[in-house]
């Protein structure tokens, strides 16, 4: 960075002696309302001899967060895996295997419309090892996107949302989305589905 | 040179479509129709899946199965062409590529959720004749 910085201020977050060795949690002081870059601005103010102008020198970059991915592949990563990361995360990348899964239930439709021989090879194709493996995550897809649904329903009434609730309902609705998906295929395996 | 345009004038358009509220809203009245409608929509599966062309044909005749079908579907294809269309404008910056991912978004769900209905009200109707 060909900032000055300043012994006074130095970055809050950024401990480069602690990159590699251990976690770094979610910066909150720099997270909260820019409190770093005021911070370092009003330091920079007093330490230097520059002139009081604020509007001189090149414009300066405004403060970022490390990327998500920082750190990771050759050392640790510099951000700890919160389970409320990949509950958002799932959210996301069930939402679009469901896209998948609801051209299938379009396809179904469709073959039922065509008449018995199509509609018959359809669900031998569903029926099918590779069909199966693929109706299973479907399920599970489903279920999580289900219950983390509802999980962002009640956030959206401003209920659950301090980090300990967070918490405990990402592991309810992880919970839910297994238990539900084998309980269904259990159902499914007895009433002769499968 | 000097810009004779006003800072009212420059600042127009620039700022929210004031559709985000719309988006907000549907994206949560589709979320809340769809959780009693997946629960029965996986209850149906269990009995189709049982059965075979004879008692899917039945089973779609049934007037609150097709109903329920075609709301689930209707709704699912909302749902899934507003989800994707926030992935892709979180992730997609370029104006070329983000409008044809857009369209195609669109209309691969309005095509297949209208195909999807057109075919549950073809065999609801017609007991499957054709």
């Known amino acids: ?194 | 040179m000097v810009s004779y345009r006003t800072a009212l004038g420059r600042a127009r358009g620039l700022g929210s479509a004031k559709h985000g509220v719309g988006h907000w809203i549907s994206e949560r009245v589709s979320s809340i129709a769809l959780v009693p409608l997946i629960v029965w929509a996986v209850y149906g599966v269990l009995q189709l899946a049982a059965g075979d062309y004879g008692f899917a044909v039945h089973w779609i005749q049934n007037p609150l199965n097709a109903t329920l079908t075609v709301l689930t579907l209707a709704i699912s294809f909302w749902h899934m062409k507003a989800g994707l269309r926030v992935v892709v404008e979180d992730y997609i910056h370029k104006a070329l590529t983000k409008s044809g991912l857009l369209i195609i978004n669109l209309f691969v769900c309005g095509l297949f959720g209208a195909l999807a209905i057109f075919s549950v009200l073809k065999v609801a109707l017609s007991g499957g004749a054709f």
């Not at chain 1, 299938?104 to 099918?128: D, H, T, V």
């Not at chain 1, 999580?144 to 309810?172: E, F, I, M, P, Q």
């Not at chain 1, 238990?179 to 259990?186: D, H, V």
């Open chain 1, 1 to 194: 960075m060909a900032r000055p910085m300043t012994p006074q201020a130095p970055v809050p977050w950024l401990h480069t002696e602690g990159i590699g060795s251990a976690f770094v949690d979610t910066p909150r002081a720099a997270l909260k309302s820019g409190a770093a870059s005021r911070t370092m601005s009003s330091g920079e103010d007093q330490m230097t001899d520059a002139p009081q102008s604020p509007n001189r020198g090149p414009r300066r970059e405004p403060p970022v967060s490390p990327h998500l991915l920082t750190g990771g592949l050759i050392s640790p990563p510099l951000w700890r895996w919160h389970i409320t990361m990949l509950t958002s995360i799932l959210h996301r990348m069930t939402g679009m295997a469901l896209y998948v899964g609801a051209l299938i239930a379009a396809a179904w439709a469709i073959a039922l419309a065509l008449g018995p021989e199509r509609y018959m090879q359809f669900k031998g194709l569903l029926g099918s090892a590779p069909g199966k493996v693929v109706m299973f995550g479907l399920t599970l897809c489903l279920f999580y996107h289900l219950a983390n649904g509802v999980r962002h329903l009640v956030w959206d009434t401003g209920h659950g949302l301090d980090v300990k609730s967070a918490n405990a309902s990402s592991v309810l609705v992880l919970a839910f989305a297994a238990a539900a998906t084998l309980a269904i295929w259990g159902v499914a395996g007895m009433t002769g589905a499968i």
